[in-house]
Structure formats: C-alpha cells, structure tokens
C-alpha cells in the first residue's frame, strides 16, 4: 500500500453464514482509492457492490462476515475493530449516502436536526454550533435559504432536495472518504446530473475520496477516476476511466459498454449479455463470466484465469490476454508451465 | 389589498417557525369537532375528579335513611341509591377510581411493553423467540379472564385490579411496538442513522422509538377506555374497588339488583362509563391527527 492510499482492500472475502454452511459473495477483490480520487465500482445487481461497501463500513448483515482479507483504511484494518471503535469511525472519517433520498431521512426528525445529530456526536460541539454547522452544510450543497429548511420535515422537500440533505448530513463531518451508493438512481436526469456536478466540485474543495457505487456506465464517465468492474463477487477488469472507455479488455465490460444505445448510430436492436448471473452455489470452477462468454474455451470453465497487467495499473482477469490462449484456445488444456507464462503474460495495446 | 398583503406577511414573519408548527397542529386539532367535544368532556371529568370535593353537593357515602331510592329531582340531580345516597356526588368520586385505574395500569402496561417491544424487535433472535411466546401466552387467555385471575392472586383491591389490568394490557404494546420496529429497523434512514455512527441505543431511541409512536398513542387511548371497563368489571365482581369507596362499575353492580324499580342508580354509572371510553377514543383520534406530520 502506498502512503497516498486513502483505502486499500486487499484479498476480501465476504460471505453470508447460516447453520450448515458459508456461501461466499466476494471472492479475493483487491483495490484501492487515492486520496482525492473517485473510485466506481460498477456490475450489475447482486455481484456484491453493496456488501463491499457495507463491508467497509462494518455494516454486514448480522449473518455476514468477512473471512478473508483486510481493508485499510489511514493504514488501520477495519477488519478487526469492534463496534465502539467502528462507531467513532463511522460517520466520521467514512461517511455514506444511499440509494433511496425518500427513505434515508428519518420521517419524524426536522433536516437541521439530523444534519446536527451526527456533528454533536463526533466533534463535540454544542446544539447551537451545530445548528449553524448545519446550515453552513446546506448552504454548501446548494439549497436555498437554510436557515428556513432546517426547520422543514423531510416530506416537505423533494427527492433532488432530500439527496442534498443527504450529502450534507455526509459530508458535515468533513470524512476523508465518501462512500456513495447508487446516489443518483433514484432520480431523474436532470437532477442526477446536478447531483453528480456537486459531488464533483465537493471532491476537490474538501479533498476526499469517494467510492461511487454504481451500474449506469453513463455517471462513471462522468465522475470517476478508476473503475472497477465486478461480476459475480469477482473483480474482472480495474483501471483508469479513460483507458476502460476506449480500450475495454473484459469480454463482461466490453458488453456492458456495448449494451448503451448510442446516440450518433442508428441502432435497432441493442446488444446484450446472453444468459443470467450464476447463483453463488453454482459457480463455475473457473472464470465466473465463462457460462455467458462468448470467447469461453474448457480453460475458461476450470481454471480461474491470472491477473494480466497492463500500461497504468490497469487490470483484466481474463486468459484471452494471456500469451497462451492461442494454444488454450486450441487445444484448451492447462499445465503447470503454460499457467506461469499466462501470469507473466502483459496486457499489450492498453 | 397590498397593503393587506403587507400585513399578512409581517405577521407570519413575526412568529418563529416552532410557533407557527405548534400553531398548525392546534388548528388541525380544533378542525375536528367531535375530538374538541370529546377534550372538552375529559377535562371536564378531570376536573370535576381532582376537585370532587368541591364540586359534589353531598359526601359520597352520607347515608339518609329519610331519602332512599329516590328519583332524579332538583335536589339530588341524578337521585339516591338504595341506602339514600347521593348518585351524582358518588359518580363524581367514582371518576377519581376510574380515571386512576385507567391511566395507571396503562402507564404500567407502557412502561413494561415499550423497552421489551423496543429490545425484542430490534435485537430479534433468541431473546424475542422467548419473548414473542410468552405473550402469545398471555394473549391467548380472555383478558377479563385474565384479569380476574390475577386480581384473585393478588387480592381484591383498586392497587391490585390496576397491576392486574396492566399485566393484561402488557402483551398488546408489545406486539405493537415490535411490529413497528420491524417495519422501521430495515429502512434506510436507520441505516443511514447507523452509518453516521450512532450506537445501537441511540438508533433504537431516537430513530426507531418515535416512528413507533402514532400507532402506539391510539393503541393507549384504546387502553385506556378498556382498562376502565375492566377496573369496572372487576369493581363490578366485587374484585376492584372496596366498599365503601365508590366506583362506577361497584355502583353498577350494586344497581342491578334495583334495575326495575330504580333504574337511575345503574343508569347513571353505565353512562359515565360509556361517556367517557367513547371521549377517549375520539380524543385519541383527534391527537393521532394532530401529530401526523404528513397532514399538514
């Protein structure tokens, strides 16, 4: 880990456990997020973005657990700090934004009072500070004239409005990283847009980091900086925005990349992804995305394939880029040899 | 008409917005006429309790021989009993025993079902398993049954009849106050409110706890109306209140017997009773309104 890694996750397992057995989520996701960088981790439903996420928060599910791996976070694990130091931690230096503006903001509590709770909570500082605090926040985030919708209940706003609030109760203890989940799904275009614009300019004055979580391709180009692409609790590819978007390797990413209808071609019919994501029992032994692969050879289907790296840190986690898929291709049998030449294989051309 | 408009505004700007809330909750509540009444009759009542005896003509337990079962007239407003008391000074000393009986055993029935609703459904598990069983339990007894029961245990008297009555009453708020914190514990705002780094308590009171309380003061006013009908049952039974003190079920009771030929020493009991659950009810409703922030 570097010094400038404000998180580092290394190797995390996650799984759920009930009486007989553990079925794992995530398997083995390794990444990281600059100070002041924007992390998207993008996938579709149900390939585990929201339990790394909580996973980081040490929100699981009382049946889930980590197994395996630690997450970093200023060099400390979280892994292994109990609820009380978890707590001081939480709302504090990590912060959360959630998917749902109409239902993350308690009913029965007035917005100024929310907003204050959690600065009262962590930087000690009277009601009345923290009033004010909050009005500063709300100010920040850009709605208009906050010493009156401090007074306001959440029903009397709208979902853009909320959302702010949210951001703002995020954001009023000034954390180091911002963890944001699906925060613009909820909303339409527009609003997504302003939103994300926000965010955006909030990043550079405050100087956190954020993990977007996402599954619309459209907010990571907008917003991120590094992109993690997951299927099924794997990472398959990882690398800078830029370089995703004009050179994605992942069979997976180049179909999620295809399937946005594009503007200045006519298109009947959009392409998809054919099949479905395997339920976590059936997994196959090799690489997750083979059932639905259009490239996939025997090799694919049993054994996992190797990280290839290539130019700035980008990674793929596929054997059509190692050396020897012309011979996999082929005749699809795997040795010990031909299995160290694909991991030393470079990702060429990114 | 710009200068009306002027003023208007001048006005609203003086009062801060807490006031101009509270203001609007008034309203609301003024807005629905039978809770108005209804207020009105329970404050009457109240009043007329805590200052029984002020307000009631005779002592209730002055007895003239010289008077007995004597109808309704100028002189005794509701008439005599059959040992020449006064009726209307009784039902007024009888709305002390009832309105105790009804707020006490309610509050005991709060006091026990909130902490463990709160515990049982935010916690869930083992604890809530045991919990949930044993008030299925007691729910599955007849409450007056129940009451009964217990009040037999314990022993006649109005302290007893109350803690009887509470522990009736218990196994419903609990029911209803888990039931809420299911429904809240997995929205997002406690989520959110445990990503802000609030400990569980915290979450519990503070987040969870009012969400659970609109249900929960039309379930006490419900409670209260019927704790007061059982405490006049069991006065009724000769498990409540002791004579001589008087109580409207006790009065109730004693009237039965006389029901041909002096209908008003029941009569005026039983409309006391019915009054003031149905005023119960009504004001309940009216509060439930008033404290929805949703119809502002």
Redesign the interface.
């Known amino acids: 880990m570097s010094s400038k890694d404000q998180l580092a996750v290394k190797n995390l397992h996650v799984g759920f456990q009930n009486k007989k057995s553990f079925t794992k989520i995530i398997d083995g996701i390794n990444f990281s997020v600059k100070k002041g960088e924007t992390l998207c981790i993008v996938g579709e439903s149900g390939c585990g973005k929201s339990l790394t996420s909580l996973s980081i928060m040490g929100l699981l599910p009382k049946t889930g657990k980590v197994s395996e791996g630690e997450i970093l976070f200023d060099g400390q694990d979280l892994t292994g700090l109990n609820e009380k130091q978890m707590s001081k931690i939480r709302g504090n230096e990590i912060s959360m934004i959630f998917q749902e503006p109409m239902t993350s903001l308690n009913p029965v509590h007035k917005i100024g009072w929310q907003i204050s709770e959690s600065i009262v909570l962590h930087q000690k500082l009277s009601k009345k500070q923290a009033e004010e605090k909050a009005i500063d926040m709300l100010k920040l985030v850009g709605i208009p004239s906050p010493d009156k919708r401090i007074h306001q209940y959440p029903h009397e706003l709208s979902g853009g409005m909320r959302q702010r609030v949210m951001i703002a109760m995020a954001l009023s203890c000034n954390p180091k990283l911002l963890i944001a989940d699906e925060p613009t799904t909820a909303l339409d275009v527009t609003i997504q847009a302003q939103i994300l614009e926000l965010m955006n300019k909030l990043k550079t004055e405050l100087h956190m980091s954020i993990i977007m979580i996402t599954h619309d391709l459209g907010v990571v180009s907008e917003i991120a900086d590094k992109v993690l692409v997951m299927y099924a609790g794997k990472v398959v590819e990882y690398s800078d925005v830029k370089t995703l978007f004009a050179n994605p390797q992942h069979p997976y990413t180049q179909g999620l990349i295809e399937s946005i209808p594009k503007l200045n071609e006519e298109q009947d019919e959009l392409p998809i992804i054919k099949g479905s994501v395997p339920s976590p029992d059936e997994m196959p032994k090799g690489c997750r995305f083979s059932t639905r692969c259009p490239y996939a050879t025997n090799a694919c289907f049993n054994e996992v394939p190797p990280m290839i790296s290539g130019e700035a840190g980008h990674q793929v986690h596929c054997w059509k880029y190692t050396e020897c898929w012309e011979i996999v291709e082929k005749e699809g049998l795997i040795d010990a040899g031909m299995r160290e030449t694909a991991a030393a294989s470079q990702l060429i051309g990114s | 008409m710009a200068q009306l408009q002027e003023a208007t505004i001048k006005e609203v700007k003086v009062q801060s ?2 006031a101009t ?1 509270y203001m609007g909750m008034l309203k609301r509540f003024l807005q629905n006429k039978l809770a108005v009444v209804a207020g009105f009759f329970i404050v009457l009542l109240i009043g007329s309790a805590l200052f029984a005896p002020a307000v009631a003509p005779y002592d209730p337990g002055a007895q003239d021989y010289t008077k007995i079962m004597n109808s309704p007239s100028a002189e005794h407003w509701m008439g005599t009993d059959e040992i020449g008391r006064d009726i209307f000074s009784r039902v007024i000393f009888g709305a002390r025993v009832s309105l105790q009986a009804g707020l006490i055993s309610v509050a005991i029935a709060l006091g026990v079902g909130i902490p463990v609703g709160l515990i049982a459904g935010y916690y869930r598990g083992f604890l809530d398993e045991i919990i949930m069983r044993i008030t299925d339990a007691l729910l599955s007894f007849p409450s007056l049954v129940l009451a009964l029961a217990l009040a037999a245990v314990l022993g006649a008297g109005l302290e007893n009849a109350m803690i009887a009555i509470g522990i009736v009453l218990t196994p419903n708020f609990i029911r209803l106050v888990r039931a809420e914190v299911l429904a809240h514990r997995e ?3 406690v ?9 569980d308590w915290r979450v519990i009171l ?2 969870i706890f ?2 659970t ?1 609109a249900p929960m003061m039309v379930q006490a006013t419900l409670a209260i109306a019927s704790a007061i009908i059982s405490e006049a049952s069991l006065s009724y039974l000769g498990l409540g209140t002791q004579p001589p003190t008087p109580s409207w079920g006790a009065m109730l009771s004693a009237g039965q017997g006389y029901l041909a030929d002096a209908p008003w020493i029941a009569i005026a009991p039983g409309i006391f009773i019915f009054l003031t659950v149905i005023s119960i009810n009504l004001f309940g409703d009216g509060v439930r309104d008033m404290l929805d ?2 119809l502002k």
Do not use: D, T
């Not at chain 2, 989520?191 to 400990?199: C, H, P, V």
């Open positions: 917005p807490r809330m929205r997002e705002y989520e959110a409110a445990k990503a802000s780094g609030l400990r503070v987040h009012p969400n309380l922030p949703k």
